[in-house]
């Protein structure tokens, strides 16, 4: 149930935060595992967005006829440029709404 | 309060995002708030939103956000030198607070002064105003989300959030090459039982990114 899953992430989440904070000495992060980590963030963003724009109900769909896989390759190209969070959004979702109804 | 303005600018897309996503996986408005409150983490509250209302089992909820948010454990290790001296219930205030933004803010506070005491109210007073810019910014994405219909697809604004996020962190080969396997990865994994593929996808990842580094180091010594 819902109140389940909202305590269980939750702790999880606030473990992970506390787990060398609340370490009675200050211990570094063994080598091995602090090399591991580093990749964390790209291999789980990607992990994350790919799906959503190269796969439409689970099925492959990776022509230019997909208004995502259009969206997200003009966001690639403004957040190149800006670096900028919001200017990726913004520029993603018009370029989705244009790639959608401005082309049907 | 001018050291937070920066970050606080990309502290509101993401809020809304989260507040338009949740509502889409079916979370009601109060749900919403209360697990905005209890993760205050985005990523943890999306994907787990997500996943909940795909039909994926309690556990794997849990171990999918525990590997989606490895990084906290760099956060966690980098302050927690700064900070031994505070009492227990000051460092899980700490760490309630320990997101992406306050970590970066505080380990330059703390290195380029060292000096300075306090270092527990810099986090917790950042710390709290970025929780309430957090929270209202989730409440506006469920006002949002609740009136612009499904056509207009603001769900995707959660992945050119991490497109973006993406672009960021990709600043060497082994870090490309964890994400063109885990992106891969999670396509090829769509389809696993349980939910599985996102954390599958992203131990795949994580580990060719290992993998090639190790290559790097054996051949080239650096």
Same mark, same amino acid.
């Given at each position: 149930?819902?109140?389940?899953?909202?305590?269980?992430?939750?702790?999880?989440?606030?473990?992970?935060?506390?787990?060398?904070?609340?370490?009675?000495?200050?211990r570094a992060i063994p080598e091995r595992f602090r090399v591991m980590l580093n990749y964390v963030p790209p291999a789980v963003f990607a992990a994350i967005v790919l799906p959503q724009v190269l796969t439409r109900e689970g099925t492959l769909y990776?022509?230019?006829?997909?208004?995502?896989? %259009? &969206?997200?390759?003009? *966001?690639?190209? +403004? !957040?190149?440029?800006?670096?900028?969070?919001?200017?990726?959004? %913004? &520029?993603?979702?018009? *370029?989705?709404? +244009? !790639?959608?109804?401005?082309?049907? | 309060?001018?050291?937070?303005?920066?970050?606080?600018?990309?502290?509101?897309?993401?809020?809304?995002?989260?507040?338009?996503?949740?509502?889409?996986?079916?979370?009601?408005?109060?749900?919403?708030?209360?697990?905005?409150?209890?993760?205050?983490?985005?990523?943890?509250?999306?994907?787990?939103?997500?996943?909940?209302?795909?039909?994926?089992?309690?556990?794997?909820?849990?171990?999918?956000?525990?590997?989606?948010?490895?990084?906290?454990?760099?956060?966690?290790?980098?302050?927690?030198?700064?900070?031994?001296?505070?009492?227990?219930?000051?460092?899980?205030?700490?760490?309630?607070?320990?997101?992406?933004?306050?970590?970066?803010?505080?380990?330059?506070?703390?290195?380029?002064?060292?000096?300075?005491?306090?270092?527990?109210?810099?986090?917790?007073?950042?710390?709290?105003?970025?929780?309430?810019?957090?929270?209202?910014?989730?409440?506006?994405?469920?006002?949002?989300?609740?009136?612009?219909?499904?056509?207009?697809?603001?769900?995707?604004?959660?992945?050119?959030?991490?497109?973006?996020?993406?672009?960021?962190?990709?600043?060497?080969?082994?870090?490309?090459?964890?994400?063109?396997?885990?992106?891969?990865?999670?396509?090829?994994?769509?389809?696993?039982?349980?939910?599985?593929?996102?954390?599958?996808?992203?131990?795949?990842?994580?580990?060719?990114?290992?993998?090639?580094?190790?290559?790097?180091?054996?051949?080239?010594?650096?």
């Open positions: 149930m819902v109140w389940a899953m909202i305590v269980a992430t939750a702790l999880v989440t606030l473990a992970l935060r506390f787990s060398f904070l609340g370490t009675l000495k200050p990776a022509g230019l006829d997909n208004p995502r896989l %259009v &969206a997200a390759l003009v *966001a690639i190209v +403004v !957040a190149r440029l800006t670096r900028s969070i919001l200017w990726t959004i %913004v &520029a993603g979702m018009l *370029a989705l709404w +244009v !790639a959608q109804w401005g082309l049907a | 309060m001018r050291a937070m303005t920066p970050p606080l600018v990309g502290v509101v897309p993401f809020g809304l995002v989260t507040g338009v996503v949740s509502t889409a996986a079916g979370l009601s408005p109060l749900e919403t708030m209360v697990m905005a409150i209890a993760t205050f983490s985005g990523i943890v509250h999306i994907v787990s939103a997500q996943l909940y209302a795909a039909g994926a089992p309690l556990v794997v909820i849990v171990a999918t956000v525990a590997v989606l948010s490895l990084r906290l454990v760099i956060y966690s290790a980098g302050l927690a030198p700064w900070l031994a001296h505070l009492p227990l219930r000051w460092k899980l205030v700490v760490a309630y607070f320990l997101t992406d933004h306050a970590y970066a803010l505080s380990i330059v506070e703390f290195t380029h002064h060292p000096d300075r005491g306090n270092r527990h109210w810099y986090i917790a007073g950042g710390g709290a105003i970025s929780w309430v810019v957090w929270l209202v910014a989730v409440g506006a994405g469920i006002v949002v989300g609740a009136q612009v219909p499904p056509a207009w697809g603001l769900d995707f604004t959660f992945a050119l959030t991490f497109l973006a996020l993406l672009m960021v962190v990709l600043h060497d080969r082994p870090g490309v090459a964890a994400a063109v396997v885990g992106g891969i990865a999670a396509i090829l994994a769509f389809h696993l039982p349980l939910k599985l593929g996102l954390i599958v996808a992203a131990l795949t990842g994580i580990a060719a990114g290992t993998a090639w580094r190790a290559m790097e180091v054996r051949w080239f010594g650096r």
